[in-house]
Nanobody, 124 residues
Framework: VQLQASGGGLVRPGGSLRLSCAAS????????VGWFRQAPGKEREAVAC????????WYADSVKGRFTASKERFKNMMYLEMDTLKPEDTAVYYC??????????????????WGKGTLVTVSS
């Protein structure tokens, strides 16, 4: 089982990036998924989570209206579209899959799988 995030890089403030996460041997259709980030010197924080049935997506207040998380059914892919990026969005971003994501939150239970991160740097 493997999750691999990609798409990070250097972008100017106000710019956009699209992160992708490919899952191997893990049918994402049957899992809740999420994006998390960890900035230098800070704890990891949840950015966005999608429930197993795709009926709910939760976003952190700091990214609401700017980021869009999605899961591509039958292709084991998930994405994080990031617009209007700010310097404070600079962090290593991780994708993850869980047995259960609680509706309307990013609380998760059961088995969990994490990918290696991809660095996003927002700077002029």
């Amino acid at each position: 089982v493997q999750l691999q995030a990609s798409g990070g890089g250097l972008v100017r403030p106000g710019g956009s990036l699209r992160l992708s996460c490919a899952a191997s041997e893990l049918p994402l259709d049957y899992y809740g998924v999420g994006w998390f980030r960890q900035a230098p010197g800070k704890e990891r924080e949840a950015v966005a989570c999608i429930t197993t049935s795709d009926d709910s997506t939760w976003y952190a207040d700091s990214v609401k209206g700017r980021f869009t998380a999605s899961k591509e059914r039958f292709k084991n892919m998930m994405y994080l579209e990031m617009d209007t990026l700010k310097p404070e969005d600079t962090a290593v971003y991780y994708c993850a899959a869980f047995d259960t994501v609680v509706l309307g939150t990013c609380r998760h239970y059961g088995r969990e799988y994490w990918g290696k991160g991809t660095l996003v740097t927002v700077s002029s």
